[in-house]
């Protein structure tokens, strides 16, 4: 009788927490149904007993995540190595506390990205996937990710016909996602290093025009080897990659809010050749701009 425990930890999302409790309610029901052993999720903000599954929702509005309460630290160490253990955005911050992340690729809401992993460099963080599963370690991305990871727990004991029998019921998609549609790109502004920061404010006003290195590093002032090392270190980027970033954004307010040719919306951002466009696109967000267009704009 698999028995999973719903850790509603202090900040965690009401909804999350409600939609998680319904959609194992409708499963549980299913297994009545079919005559399979019963599944039970049990909710609470200390839980003693031993799962067959430990969840971690999603926080909403509050940072309580950075300081997790040390008995629950305890008590995710103290699960034993039969146990899956699974979070959702911020609750990968909890499972990063207790040491469950090191050496794991791992995800989380694409703004956490960060803070998650200079707390824990051990983990492997990718942002781009909305859900990862590394050995008994189960994390998902998006505040409304908990949807993938109860559709994976449900699939895991359950089985896949019963989990898009859930799908169905509750008119979500059970295939893969990812969250490179939906990220936004926010470089560091605030590293410190004052001439890189007049470079990006002025790539940021231009970057639909040509790169040019050299003409970069003189207007702050600096030699282009010196330019090229000190701007890699302040964003993480090369300034070309940098660039590439700020062009698919443009192309994606565009994409979302015009009805303009693709063709002439990769022109403005700064692409002549429109073919190269659509691929780096594809490769930034998952999707073709046709397709990235079709899903975002309304």
């Not at 409790?21 to 007993?49: C, N, S, V, W």
């Not at 990812?178 to 590293?191: E, G, L, S």
């Not at 993480?236 to 660039?243: D, F, I, K």
Request: with cysteine.
């Amino acid at each position: 009788m698999p028995n999973l425990a719903l850790l509603d930890y202090p900040g965690a999302s009401i909804a999350a927490v409600a939609g998680l409790q319904e959609m194992f309610i409708y499963t549980a029901r299913l297994h009545q149904r079919d005559g399979l052993p019963d599944i039970t999720l049990t909710t609470g903000q200390t839980l003693k007993a031993t799962p067959d599954a430990a969840i971690l929702p999603p926080a909403f509005g509050n940072d309580a995540y950075l300081t997790p309460p040390q008995p629950i630290i305890d008590w995710l160490r103290a699960l034993p190595d039969t146990c899956l253990i699974a979070s959702t955005c911020a609750g990968a911050f909890y499972l990063g506390a207790a040491g469950l992340l090191d050496g794991r690729e791992v995800t989380t809401h694409w703004v956490l990205e960060h803070d998650l992993q200079s707390r824990f460099p051990k983990a492997k963080v990718d942002t781009g996937e909305i859900l990862i599963r590394d050995g008994r370690i189960i994390t998902a991305g998006g505040l409304l990710s908990w949807i993938d990871l109860a559709l994976e727990l449900i699939a895991h004991f359950s089985g896949p016909a019963i989990m898009r029998e859930v799908g169905r019921h509750f008119v979500t998609d059970t295939g893969r996602r990812d969250q490179r549609p939906y990220r936004a790109f926010n470089p560091p502004m605030n590293h410190g290093d004052h001439q890189i920061e007049q470079a990006q404010s002025l790539i940021e006003r231009t970057f639909a025009a040509p790169i040019r290195i050299a003409e970069l590093a003189r207007t702050v002032a600096l030699t282009e080897r010196t330019f090229l090392r000190r701007f890699e270190r302040a964003t993480g980027l090369t300034p070309l990659t940098y660039v590439q970033h700020l062009r698919i954004q443009s192309a994606q307010r565009a994409l979302e809010s015009t009805p303009a040719p693709i063709d002439q919306i990769a022109y403005s951002v700064g692409y002549e050749n429109a073919n190269a466009f659509r691929k780096l696109f594809k490769r930034h967000t998952g999707l073709s701009p046709s397709q990235y267009r079709q899903r975002l704009k309304r």
